[in-house]
């Protein structure tokens, strides 16, 4: 009986210290490529019995799932106009890091040796856009807007990274990524960005809580492992080797 009582004190305190327990992310695929695998890493060096469990999706989505509570926390980009809280409730929001846009093609594709003014040559290309309904659409046709392009003719949608970078490999297809994710297939070979003179803000990230319910010790040290790694990836835009996580426990 004192040792199942010893257990027992030991599942309680390890709860309050929030290294135990089991919580539920959810992400869009910039941030599930860049911030947060290296989170990841600290946490299981922090709390290796804490159970997180990732879904990526679209982050009107993932809000509504918040909503509702059959998620944690969602960790995205937090919209430029805050008339979307009206449709999903109370949140509220920590800022993590600022993203930032890459227009990427295949390694070979013929922007790649012009030095000309790359955007008014861009409509002789096809195009990958995000689906209509989503955020990032509305910040690529932003994108366009601010460089004098018209919003391209020839296009598909698509929200998938990877049917994305198989389509790039024709060497003229174009599209528009967050620069964390299209660092990994860069450096990979697989794609090249496009240099466009300037750097293209995509917008702040940030982490999205129900402001009605308490967040438990386990979220609490989730989020603190979250700000630290976003630390590095908003400084540079790149994605660290595995055992940069260790640097950061110092910070």
């Not at 993932?62 to 998620?71: A, D, I, K, P, T």
Request: charged letters at 20%.
């Amino acid at each position: 009986m004192l040792a199942d009582l010893r257990a027992l004190n030991d599942d309680v305190e390890a709860y309050r210290r929030g290294t135990s327990g089991y919580i539920l992310v959810g992400s869009l695929t910039s941030a599930s490529m860049s911030a947060i695998p290296q989170a990841l890493q600290l946490v299981k060096q922090r709390a290796p019995s804490l159970l997180v469990s990732l879904r990526v999706g679209q982050m009107n989505q993932l809000l509504s799932v918040l909503q509702v509570g059959e998620l944690d926390m969602v960790v995205g980009r937090i919209p430029d106009d805050w008339g979307w809280r009206t449709n999903v409730g109370d949140l509220s929001v920590v800022p993590l890091y600022q993203e930032r846009l890459s227009v990427v093609a295949g390694p070979q594709h013929p922007l790649h040796s012009i030095a000309a003014r790359p955007w008014d040559l861009m409509h002789a290309y096809p195009w990958i856009l995000p689906p209509r309904e989503s955020v990032f659409r509305h910040s690529a046709e932003n994108i366009f807007a601010k460089a004098g392009m018209a919003p391209p003719g020839d296009f598909i949608e698509s929200a998938s990274i990877l049917t994305n970078i198989a389509l790039m490999q024709d060497n003229r297809t174009l599209s528009l990524l967050p620069s964390t994710v299209a660092g990994h297939f860069v450096r990979s070979g697989m794609i090249k960005e496009v240099d466009v003179g300037e750097e293209l803000a995509y917008g702040q990230v940030g982490c999205f809580f129900s402001a009605h319910r308490k967040r438990e010790p386990a979220l609490d040290l989730f989020l603190d492992c979250l700000t630290k790694a976003s630390q590095v990836v908003g400084r540079d835009d790149t994605v660290l080797p595995p055992s940069a996580p260790l640097s950061l426990m110092n910070h």
